[in-house]
């Protein structure tokens, strides 16, 4: 069974510039949830998705959004992006998204802004 | 704040010798999960625990999931140099999906 695809893998954009960031789950799985991983903040929470609905979302301005389209890939977007927002961006996908649910995760993309 | 801190933040030893990796919270948690991330990669899950007082084992790794479900320890014995990583505990709480990651332990094994 192929696990979680990410893409791009890496990513250089600019100041101001706007980027998509893709995940493809487990087949099967429903729930996709993007983290943001920095050295010093270490794992964020950003958002879950489950069957095309935003079920919770992190402490991240309006600026980071994301979808979920029927056949429960994902996609987010960060606009207007800040040097800060350089990171390695994670999805994990899990069946259900449930209280004890193991999330499996795609190997990320490595965003840099300049 | 960090809902689920880890302990210690480094951790650096010579192969063969045993260790323990703290996750701490004053939360209670449904369920609690073990990651291993190599750099470059994303996490891997290691193993949930979901009892209470639970223990596991996956070889020379040891997961124990506290008698009031609010921390979890890892113990590694005859730690190898393919250990090395960054052991991530996450928990969930009750009623709620999202899960929420520790704050990390750096672990190198020196061959």
């Known amino acids: 069974k192929a696990g979680v695809t990410q893409t791009p893998r890496y990513l250089i954009k600019t100041r101001g510039q706007q980027v998509t960031l893709s995940c493809s789950p487990i087949s099967g799985h429903r729930s996709v949830s993007w983290y943001q991983q920095t050295p010093g903040q270490g794992l964020q929470f950003l958002f879950e998705?489950?069957?095309?609905?935003?079920?919770n979302k992190g402490n991240f301005p309006g600026r980071f959004s994301g979808r979920q389209f029927s056949n429960s890939r994902s996609e987010m977007n960060v606009s207007t992006l800040e040097l800060g927002d350089s990171a390695l961006y994670l999805c994990a996908s899990s069946f259900t998204g449930t209280e004890n649910t193991e999330a499996f995760f795609g190997q990320g993309t490595r965003l840099t802004v300049v | 704040t960090q809902l689920l801190e880890q302990s210690p933040q480094f951790l650096s030893i010579q192969e063969g010798e045993n260790l323990t990796v703290y996750c701490n919270s004053s939360?209670?948690?449904?369920?609690l999960q073990w990651y291993r991330q190599e750099p470059g990669e994303g996490p891997v899950l290691l193993v949930t625990v979901v009892t209470g007082g639970e223990v596991k084992k996956l070889k020379r790794l040891t997961f124990q999931f506290g008698d009031a479900r609010k921390d979890s320890s890892l113990h590694i014995t005859a730690a190898q140099p393919g250990d090395t990583g960054l052991y991530l505990c996450a928990g969930s709480l009750w009623g709620n999906e999202k899960l929420t990651f520790g704050t990390g332990t750096r672990l190198t094994i020196i061959p």
């Open positions: 998705y489950f069957s095309e609905t935003q079920r």
């Open positions: 939360s209670v948690f449904s369920s």
